[in-house]
């Protein structure tokens, strides 16, 4: 699936993406958790930059959290970002609020962040050095040792842990333990559109991508959450 096909999917899912997604909120859940902790030394006018941040969880977690952060709203779905704009108006922190339909690497160039959330977008850019791309081009918008959080599918495919862990996963995609076929059609439809790595392979590209050594702070199924500080690693 190339990037426009990506983008009408998202489209397409924009306004039942989140009753879709109930049965993963408690990931989820977990994840913006501890998010509180990992920025707990930000500034108090911190600047936070959300990629592909879908409808805008993360960012409605953190903006009623710390109510003197702002935010730069980045994610290339139009239909995905009005949801995300809509709730940042319905729960009053669109003032702290930038949008931008579009990619990280087409974001204006403007002050530095002091932080980057990245929630299950990188996993969607199947070829590597893109992917550590990505990340460079995240990084290049952070402020020196600027933390970023990110989290992805990732498991060594094709593993026992990983073939145990997909009929949990599927089983509790549909509450319920499926099929054979069902779990094959899972397990199809990620080799085809989603790259999924081994968590230190994960870890490779990020540093490469110009962080430091990042630290999984977080498990749930196949999610794995990293955080790491800004760097000068480059691609290689």
Same mark, same amino acid.
């Given at each position: ?5 990506l ?8 306004s039942?993406?989140?009753t +879709?997604?109930t049965?993963?909120a408690?990931?989820h859940?977990g994840l913006?958790f501890?998010?509180?902790w990992?920025?707990?030394e930000l500034?108090?006018s911190?600047?936070i ?6 409808i ?6 953190l903006a009623?959290r710390f109510?003197?952060?702002r935010?730069?709203a ?10 995300c704009r +809509? ?6 922190y669109a003032?702290r ?13 403007a ?8 929630f299950m977008v990188? +996993? ?5 050095e893109a ?10 918008k952070l402020? !020196? ?5 990110s989290a992805?599918l990732s498991?060594a ?10 009929k949990t ?6 509450a319920?333990n ?5 779990i094959?059609?899972t397990?199809?439809a ?7 790595l081994p !968590? ?9 991508g110009?962080f430091?050594t ?6 749930s ?16």
């Amino acid at each position: 699936m190339n990037q426009e096909e990506l983008n009408a999917l998202f489209n397409k899912q924009a306004s039942t993406y989140e009753t +879709q997604h109930t049965k993963l909120a408690p990931i989820h859940d977990g994840l913006y958790f501890q998010l509180e902790w990992i920025f707990s030394e930000l500034p108090r006018s911190a600047h936070i930059l959300c990629v592909g941040l879908g409808i805008g969880a993360e960012l409605s977690y953190l903006a009623n959290r710390f109510p003197n952060w702002r935010f730069t709203a980045v994610e290339p779905s139009g239909a995905m970002l009005d949801v995300c704009r +809509q709730k940042a108006q319905n729960e009053g922190y669109a003032g702290r609020c930038s949008f931008h339909e579009g990619y990280v690497e087409t974001l204006p160039e403007a002050e530095l962040h002091d932080a980057a959330t990245c929630f299950m977008v990188s +996993q969607f850019i199947l070829a590597e050095e893109a992917r550590c791309n990505f990340f460079r081009a995240i990084s290049d918008k952070l402020k !020196p040792a600027g933390i970023l959080v990110s989290a992805d599918l990732s498991s060594a495919v094709g593993s026992f842990e990983y073939k145990e862990l997909l009929k949990t996963w599927v089983s509790m995609l549909h509450a319920a333990n499926v099929s054979a076929e069902a779990i094959e059609k899972t397990h199809s439809a990620w080799a085809k559109d989603v790259a999924i790595l081994p !968590p230190e392979e994960v870890k490779s590209i990020i540093k490469r991508g110009g962080f430091g050594t990042p630290v999984q702070f977080y498990q749930s199924g196949f999610v794995h959450a990293w955080f790491a500080k800004q760097s000068q690693y480059v691609c290689a």
